[in-house]
C-alpha cells in the first residue's frame, strides 16, 4: 500500500514508480483533488490533465483523471504537454489542472503539479496536506475512489498552437535581427514546444535558426539528465554552440518550465542576470512596478530592480511562495536563481519559454553579443548552490550562525548571513534531503573562495 506521506512534498508530488506510488495511488489522488475543489467551491466543473514524455505518465494521468470524474467533474485531456503549457490551459480556461511530470528527477520518478482554477498553485500551505489526507484515506479503505460514484465524461483537446500564439503576442520576436540558437531539451517537453512556438512558420516565420538538441521525447533520458541545473547537463549545448558559431544557447529541463541560457562564447550566463533583464523588460512596460526575487538570486537583482523604478520584494525559494507573493503584490514578474521565471501576464505562473524569449528579444533589440549584454548585470561573484550531506542540520546551522556575530542575519528560509562589505552567504535544509545548501555571493572572487570555504569547513566539520 502506497504511503503518500513519502511522496507528497512541499509544493507537489513526487516519487519512484511503481514502489512509491502506482495509478492506484493516482486515482484516489484524483479523487481527493476534486473532493477538495468541490468542498471549497472551485469554479467550473471540470479539471485539466496533462503530462510528460515519461513511460509511466500516460498510465497515472488517465487513473488521475479516472478519480477525477469519478467525482463528478469532467476531465478535458490535453495529452502530452510542458508544465507551462498546462498552466496555460488552467489560466485561459480558468479551471484547475494536474500536470503529470517529475521534471528534472531521474527515470524512475515521476509526479504531480497540481493548481486550482487560474494556475493558482496549490501546496503544502494551500491543500497538498488535505489531497494527501484524503487520498490515503481512500487508499486505507481499500478504494481509490468512494463506491457508486458516478463518472462524468472526458474530452481531448489541444491547446499547443493557442500557447504558442499567446507567448508570441507577449513578446515580439518578428522585428529582431537573426540570431542562431541552439535548444537542448534533454528529451524533454522542449522538445515539443519550442519546434511550435520559436520555429512554426503557421504562427509567421521569425528570424531564428534553431539549432537543436535531443528534442526526441525520451523519458529514459539517454543523452543526459534533463537538469540543467547541473553544470555535467550543459557540456553538450555549451561544446554546440561553439561549434556552430550560434548567438545564444537555451537548455530547458525535463517538463520545460526552467530555462537556461549559454552565451556565444559557450559559458553560462546567471540565472540571476536573467532575472534582471527581465524585470528591466518588464519594468520598461510597467513602469514602478513590483519585482519578486527569491532569497538566494544576487544582490544586483534589487539593485537594477531599484534603478529601473520597480519596488523588489524578497520571497521564499519555491514556487508556491514567489506565486502567492506575487499574486499579493500584484507583481510583474519574479525570478529564482533555480531559473524558474513568474510573469504577471502569464496568470503569475513560471515559463521558461516566455523568459527565453525575453532574452532572445533583449539580445536581438541590439547589436551586442549576449556575453557583453550579459555583463551588465552581473556584478557580484558567486559560488553556486554546494551541497552537503549533514544528519544534524538544526547544528550544522547554529554552529555557522555563532561563528559570525557581528552578521546581519535573516531567517525568513534558512538562513543568510550578510556582511559590511557586500558579502552574503545562504545556508538553508533541504525539504526532501539530509543536506544543507549553501549560495555564497562576494564583490571579488578572492572574498567568495575564502568565505566559502570557511562555511563549509564549519558545516562538514
Not at 86 to 108: I, K
Not at 406 to 433: H, I, K, Q
Amino acid at each position: 500500500m502506497s504511503d503518500l506521506s513519502q511522496i507528497v512534498k512541499a509544493y507537489d508530488v513526487r516519487g519512484t514508480v511503481p514502489d512509491q506510488w502506482d495509478e492506484r495511488a493516482a486515482e484516489a489522488l484524483g479523487a481527493a483533488f476534486t473532493q477538495l475543489l468541490n468542498s471549497t467551491d472551485e469554479p467550473g466543473d471540470a479539471v485539466v490533465v496533462g503530462y510528460d514524455m515519461r513511460a509511466t505518465s500516460p498510465g497515472l494521468a488517465a487513473a488521475f483523471a479516472a478519480g477525477v470524474r469519478a467525482e463528478g467533474r469532467s476531465v478535458i485531456e490535453i495529452g502530452l504537454a510542458s508544465t507551462d503549457l498546462l498552466y496555460y490551459a488552467s489560466g485561459s480556461l480558468d479551471l484547475p489542472g494536474a500536470m503529470f511530470t517529475a521534471s528534472h528527477n531521474p527515470a524512475q520518478y515521476n509526479g504531480i503539479k497540481m493548481c486550482r482554477s487560474g494556475a493558482r498553485p496549490i501546496g503544502q500551505e494551500s491543500g497538498l496536506v488535505e489531497i494527501r489526507e484524503r487520498a490515503q484515506a481512500l487508499l486505507d479503505a481499500g478504494e481509490a475512489r468512494p463506491a457508486g460514484a458516478s463518472t462524468r465524461p472526458a474530452e481531448r483537446r489541444d491547446l499547443l498552437p493557442d500557447y504558442a500564439g499567446y507567448l508570441r503576442k507577449l513578446v515580439d520576436l518578428s522585428g529582431i535581427r537573426p540570431l542562431k540558437v541552439v535548444v537542448d531539451a534533454g528529451n524533454g517537453m522542449g522538445g515539443f514546444t519550442v519546434p511550435t512556438v520559436l520555429g512554426d512558420a503557421a504562427l509567421s516565420p521569425l528570424p531564428l535558426e534553431i539549432v537543436p538538441l535531443y528534442f526526441e521525447l525520451d523519458g529514459s533520458f539517454p543523452n543526459h539528465e534533463a537538469n540543467p541545473l547541473d553544470p555535467a547537463n550543459l557540456v553538450d549545448l555549451q561544446r554546440a554552440v561553439v561549434e556552430h558559431g550560434a548567438d545564444i544557447g537555451l537548455a530547458f529541463d525535463g517538463d520545460a518550465d526552467r530555462c537556461f541560457v549559454v552565451d556565444e562564447r559557450g559559458e553560462p550566463v546567471s540565472p540571476s542576470a536573467i532575472t534582471a533583464l527581465v524585470a528591466a523588460r518588464e519594468l520598461a512596460k510597467h513602469p514602478g512596478s513590483t519585482v519578486i526575487h527569491g532569497v538566494i538570486t544576487s544582490s544586483a537583482v534589487a539593485e537594477i530592480i531599484r534603478e529601473h523604478g520597480g519596488q523588489p520584494v524578497v520571497a521564499r525559494v519555491g514556487h508556491s511562495f514567489i506565486k502567492a507573493e506575487m499574486a499579493r503584490t500584484n507583481a510583474v514578474f519574479g525570478g529564482e536563481h533555480s531559473a524558474h521565471y513568474y510573469f504577471r501576464d502569464f496568470w503569475f505562473a513560471d515559463t521558461g519559454m516566455l523568459a527565453a524569449m525575453h532574452t532572445l528579444a533583449a539580445l536581438g533589440e541590439q547589436s551586442l553579443p549576449l556575453s557583453v549584454l550579459a555583463g551588465e548585470y552581473e556584478r557580484y561573484v558567486a559560488s553556486g548552490e554546494i551541497n552537503s550531506t549533514v544528519t544534524d542540520q538544526a547544528a550544522a546551522v547554529a554552529d555557522v550562525r555563532a561563528a559570525y556575530p557581528d552578521a546581519v542575519a535573516d531567517e525568513m528560509d534558512g538562513l543568510t548571513l550578510r556582511f559590511p562589505d557586500g558579502a552574503w552567504f545562504n545556508l538553508r535544509a533541504s525539504n526532501t534531503e539530509p543536506l544543507l545548501r549553501l549560495n555564497v555571493e562576494a564583490p571579488t572572487r578572492d572574498r567568495m573562495v575564502s568565505l566559502r570555504d570557511d562555511v563549509l569547513d564549519r558545516v562538514r566539520r
